[in-house]
């Protein structure tokens, strides 16, 4: 079976950072295309144009710095998934970071071919994961309010047969009626 190239979008100021970061993912041996720029406002640019498997996202960059680098990348390209190279290491941003949607948060002196190949394939793995997560949730909740559309004016019908059974003294009636359609309901939501 071959290998899908993984198309990275490489955010980096630094010239000596960014053949780093390049010799490693030729290291890796799993095909790669990198498309190298310098400053965030490139770097969204591209994202307009075409949508990359992951970006690799220096946070210092010439026009933006720290956390807000990673917020306007996500917010340009939210079903891409963003790793962060760093030369800080920064353990309240990578927390931060992460728990705003970055995959990973990696040091830029620590980064072994292997390391930053599995950090790539993962990030690229949980982003499908929360779209198909995202797109199954949808479903549901459309499902659940066709069918609640449908249901509800049965009920609402039942309910009015009720009132008259209620007062007849007939009330197993009405639960008899009520119980499976209840069922259903708690069954499927």
């Known amino acids: 079976m071959e290998q899908?190239?993984?198309?990275?979008?490489?955010?980096e100021d630094n010239p000596?950072?960014?053949?780093?970061?390049?010799?490693?993912?030729?290291e890796s041996k799993s095909p790669v295309n990198v498309n190298c720029v310098t400053r965030l406002s490139e770097g969204l640019d591209s994202l307009t144009r075409v949508t990359p498997s992951v970006v690799l996202?220096?946070?210092?960059?010439?026009?933006?710095?720290?956390?807000?680098?990673?917020?306007?990348?996500?917010?340009?390209?939210?079903?891409?998934?963003?790793?962060?190279?760093?030369?800080?290491?920064?353990e309240a941003l990578a927390i931060k970071a992460v728990h705003q949607g970055?995959?990973?948060?990696?040091?830029?002196?620590?980064?072994?071919?292997?390391?930053?190949?599995?950090?790539?394939?993962?990030?690229?793995?949980?982003?499908?994961?929360?779209?198909a997560l995202e797109m199954t949730q949808k479903q549901q909740l459309d499902f659940k309010n066709q069918f609640l559309s449908h249901v509800s004016p049965r009920i609402t019908d039942a309910a009015h047969l009720y009132s008259p059974v209620r007062n007849a003294g007939c009330s197993t009636v009405w639960l008899e009626l009520w119980r499976?359609?209840?069922?259903?309901?708690?069954?499927?939501?």
């Open 57 to 90: 996202l220096d946070l210092n960059l010439p026009d933006s710095h720290g956390a807000e680098t990673f917020r306007r990348v996500m917010e340009h390209a939210p079903n891409v998934p963003v790793v962060v190279l760093s030369g800080q290491d920064d």
């Open 102 to 131: 970055v995959q990973d948060y990696l040091i830029k002196g620590n980064i072994s071919s292997k390391h930053l190949e599995r950090s790539i394939r993962y990030a690229v793995e949980r982003q499908a994961l929360l779209r």
């Open 180 to 189: 499976p359609t209840r069922r259903i309901t708690s069954r499927l939501f």
């Open 16 to 26: 000596g950072d960014a053949d780093l970061v390049r010799l490693r993912l030729v």
């Open 4 to 11: 899908q190239t993984t198309q990275v979008l490489l955010i």
